[in-house]
């Protein structure tokens, strides 16, 4: 079994920062895909960010130049620094994770999703 904890959301003022935090723990035999989606109260979950192995990172239009995804291999986590936080960046943010385990044979892909960290912007 693959596991994704996530840390770091909270409440912060407009203009201010956050870095959330997501690691992966378990039967991995590689991480292809981990990104970050987020869904504010009445909407639908939307992609903020993603990394792929040796790739380069996608961002939603809404955060470009403003948030910045981030992966350490070593450990199975990736990052997202959040910056220039505004009100409409208020939301859960997930973490989603394409992950080839091996706790089973043959081994398998998994999307993985994370539980959720809240994001609130707001002065």
């Known amino acids: 079994q693959v596991q994704l904890v996530e840390s770091g959301g909270g409440l912060v003022q407009p203009g201010g920062s956050l870095r959330l935090s997501c690691s992966a723990s378990?039967?991995?035999?590689?991480?292809?895909?981990m990104g970050w989606y987020r869904q504010a109260p009445g909407s639908q979950r939307e992609l903020v960010a993603t990394?792929?192995?040796?790739?380069?990172?996608n961002y939603a239009d809404s955060v470009k130049g403003r948030f910045t995804i981030s992966r350490d291999d070593a450990k199975n986590t990736v990052y997202l620094q959040m910056n220039s936080l505004k009100v409409e960046d208020t939301a859960v943010y997930y973490c989603?994770?394409?992950?080839?385990?091996?706790?089973?044979?043959?081994?398998?892909?998994?999307?993985?999703w994370g539980q959720g960290t809240p994001v609130t912007v707001s002065s």
């Open positions: 989603n994770v394409g992950v080839v385990s091996s706790s089973t044979r043959p081994y398998k892909y998994l999307e993985l």
């Open positions: 378990g039967s991995i035999f590689s991480i292809h895909i």
């Open positions: 990394s792929t192995s040796g790739g380069s990172p």
